[in-house]
């Protein structure tokens, strides 16, 4: 066997490659910080939830949204629950017209929705899509991220009876994002 011949690093140049090092290894260090703030979890449910999020909604692009039509509402009642003090339960009839889109927003307490006519297609927290036609029902829990909920038919327009429970005075239903 040959010995292998190892160059001889005068000091300075190594006194330098250990500076470079140790730069590098402290850049490294100020770069995953911040992932020392993230909540711990085993890698196998951590890389679950990241693989299975979608990279990219089903909503339209915020320039088409912004060229459809708007959901209204109306509210139909607002009363206090006397069984549970402090909250109270208000009931919103929402109309979508044609091709009618409602961008992402939040609601401050549970709601539960209920589709009177035509069809809604919704998304809440990055989920699944889904497609409700008259009659179904869903069920947002309080600050629940409702990425959007549309009326994807272009010449029917959709109805449904959304139920708050929230926090006495009837206070804004709507939150922002």
């Known amino acids: 066997m040959h010995a292998q011949h190892v160059p001889h690093v005068p000091h300075a140049q190594y006194a330098q490659l250990a500076r470079r090092a140790r730069t ?3 850049l490294a ?10 909540p ?17 909604s ?3 692009s915020s320039s088409d949204a912004a060229a459809r039509p708007t959901s209204t509402s109306r509210t139909l009642s607002c009363e206090p629950l006397p069984n549970v003090p402090g909250k109270s339960v208000t009931t919103v009839l929402v109309d979508f017209p044609p091709h009618a889109f ?4 939040r609601h401050p ?32 829990p309080p600050g629940t991220l409702h990425d959007f909920v549309e009326n994807t038919d272009a010449t029917q327009p959709a ?4 139920v708050f429970v ?3 005075n009837c206070g804004p239903l709507v939150l922002p994002p």
């Open 24 to 26: 590098f290894a402290t």
């Open 109 to 140: 307490g549970s709601v539960t929705a209920f589709v009177i006519s035509g069809a809604l297609r919704s998304q809440l927290d990055s989920g699944p899509v889904v497609d409700y036609r008259s009659g179904k029902t869903w069920f947002e």
């Open 58 to 60: 089903s909503a339209p």
């Open 29 to 38: 260090l100020v770069a995953l910080a911040p992932l020392a703030a993230l």
């Open 166 to 168: 929230t926090d006495a």
């Open 102 to 105: 409602t961008g992402a927003h």
């Open 159 to 162: 109805k449904l009876l959304a």
């Open 40 to 56: 711990t979890r085993t890698a196998i449910p951590w890389l679950d939830a990241l693989c299975s999020t979608p990279l990219f």
